[in-house]
């Protein structure tokens, strides 16, 4: 009826939509809106490979996770043979399969670094919808306490870590509970003398995840002495080999051998890494 056909028809911008009541059996019945035309791609990328490394640039994400994230991307790369553009549920789902041989911690890790790709891949419109978020993961148990040291084998291994500075590293590491990654960015720039209470003690200004400062006081057993001949912007742990200004840091390998290896000495059987210190 005329009346009918007035209430079935509205506008949705410039779009006439038109209700069943109104159309001649052209349209399917239930059908009331229409969907919104796809945004334009905003990424600027032309390959998968410049999306993500767009998506590892964005300054959020720290060395070691930027590291992981690509590994695992371009692992991803090889389970999608149409590309990120053209991944569906069953190419996530195949590509969750494959990392059952892996550790429930490590799976979830990585497949947390496919839905935050995938989560960029959506919000640049590089790709329409994201096929990773309809993928359960169930999360790993907590096993942080079969990570914790005892304070006696925490001193058993800085006793045992073979040389004055690699006691010295440990020993920051214990007293301060920084990450690797910002136990590594530290430079002398980032350490300065405050007087707190009635005490003056080193503080050292910690560049966290997403970018977020914060200072920390390192008590006098563990305070680091500035070398004579260290610049301003050289790290404050650097690489055995240093020579010319500025100082690279140590390496985070060589970082967990010296725990390792201090372990080893000292009798801890578990597979300690400089993380438990946290």
């Not at 919000?123 to 309809?134: C, D, G």
């Not at 058993?156 to 500075?165: E, F, K, N, P, V």
Request: proline share 5%; net charge positive; aromatic share 6%.
């Amino acid at each position: 009826s005329d009346v009918d056909h007035v209430r079935d028809r509205r506008l949705v911008g410039e779009i006439e939509i038109v209700g069943p009541g109104c159309a001649p059996g052209g349209l399917i019945d239930g059908v009331d809106a229409l969907l919104p035309l796809p945004s334009a791609d905003i990424s600027g990328a032309s390959t998968d490979e410049q999306l993500i490394s767009l998506w590892l640039s964005q300054g959020t994400l720290s060395e070691h996770t930027v590291r992981l994230y690509a590994r695992v991307a371009m692992k991803l790369l090889k389970w999608l043979p149409k590309g990120l553009k053209g991944a569906t549920v069953l190419d996530i789902s195949a590509f969750q399969i494959s990392l059952n041989k892996l550790k429930l911690l490590s799976r979830h890790t990585e497949m947390a670094a496919v839905r935050s790709l995938f989560r960029f891949a959506e919000r640049t419109n590089y790709i329409v919808k994201s096929p990773a978020h309809v993928r359960a993961n169930r999360r790993p148990a907590d096993r942080k306490r079969q990570r914790i040291l005892s304070e006696a084998e925490v001193w058993a291994l800085i006793d045992h870590a073979g040389t004055q500075r690699n006691a010295m590293m440990l020993a920051f590491l214990y007293a301060t509970g920084v990450r690797i990654s910002e136990f590594r960015m530290l430079t002398w720039k980032d350490s300065a003398i405050a007087v707190i209470g009635q005490k003056q003690l080193q503080v050292v200004t910690v560049i966290g995840k997403r970018g977020i400062l914060r200072d920390v006081p390192v008590p006098d057993w563990a305070a680091v002495d500035k070398p004579a001949n260290a610049c301003e912007d050289d790290a404050m742990f650097p690489t055995v080999e240093a020579g010319l200004h500025p100082w690279p840091p140590i390496s985070e390998s060589a970082l967990r051998w010296i725990v390792r290896e201090a372990a080893r000495r000292a009798g801890v059987t578990r597979a300690v890494s400089p993380h438990w210190f946290r």
